[in-house]
């Protein structure tokens, strides 16, 4: 059983194109993150929602929406893209303010 | 600003103990939480601190001091599939703060 799931896995397109990613948690946990990870292997938090509602908004260009449909799922639409958007975007649950979060698999995203 | 400090990389042998410290500087702090990260793969949850002290799961510890601001994770009989990244991340009420990762490689 995949406590957290991301689909696609690997994700390669050109500049200008609009992507998305979609994430999947069965743990029954009421928060989840989109994170973004650099070349340098850097991990940085993007947005969080908790029950369906968005808690977290780093400091993100207007080009990524996250939206949650219901607790289980969140998504992460890219606008535009850049080529300065390719990295490994993971996705995590938790109980809200746990310390302890749960990642996906991640998603590769490489912008030619 | 919002920042933590960690060895980029450290080497170590199999069977070894080696120290990962981490110091950090963020305008709110719950906890320090330790994670691993393989290649390729996605961080793993290993330890939290919540108050000072020592915290002990198998051959893993982790250690806070919160009046200095630093905590450091413990590694004890190295094994060859322990080589990884970790991360200390400070937890601000569910939002968590990640240092930049120490790579270790452990060698036979």
């Known amino acids: 059983d995949t406590a957290v799931s991301q689909t696609p896995k690997y994700l390669v397109t050109q500049m200008g194109n609009d992507k998305s990613i979609k994430c999947e948690q069965n743990l029954g946990h009421d928060t989840m993150y989109w994170y973004k990870q650099d070349s340098k292997k850097f991990l940085k938090i993007m947005f969080s929602?908790?029950?369906?509602?968005?808690?977290i908004n780093e400091t993100v260009p207007n080009r990524f929406s996250p939206k949650s449909p219901d607790k289980a799922h969140l998504n992460l639409h890219i606008n535009s893209l850049e080529l300065g958007d390719s990295a490994v975007y993971f996705c995590?649950?938790?109980?809200?303010?746990?310390?302890?979060?749960?990642f996906g698999p991640g998603t590769r995203l490489t912008v030619t | 600003g919002q920042s933590l400090e960690q060895p980029s990389e450290v080497t170590a042998v199999e069977g070894a103990i080696v120290q990962i410290n981490c110091t950090y500087q963020t305008s709110g702090f719950y906890g320090l939480s330790w994670y691993q990260q393989h290649d390729g793969g996605a961080p793993t949850f290993l330890s939290y601190n919540g108050l000072d002290g020592l915290e002990e799961t198998g051959r893993f510890s982790s250690f806070l001091s919160r009046s200095d601001s630093y905590g450091y994770l413990l590694l004890q009989e190295l094994q060859m599939k322990d080589s990884a990244s970790y991360f200390c991340?400070?937890?601000?009420?569910?939002?968590?703060?990640f240092g930049q990762g120490t790579e270790l490689s452990v060698k036979p």
């Open positions: 991340a400070v937890n601000q009420g569910g939002k968590l703060i």
């Open positions: 995590a649950s938790g109980l809200r303010g746990s310390y302890e979060q749960y």
């Open positions: 929602y908790n029950n369906k509602e968005l808690i």
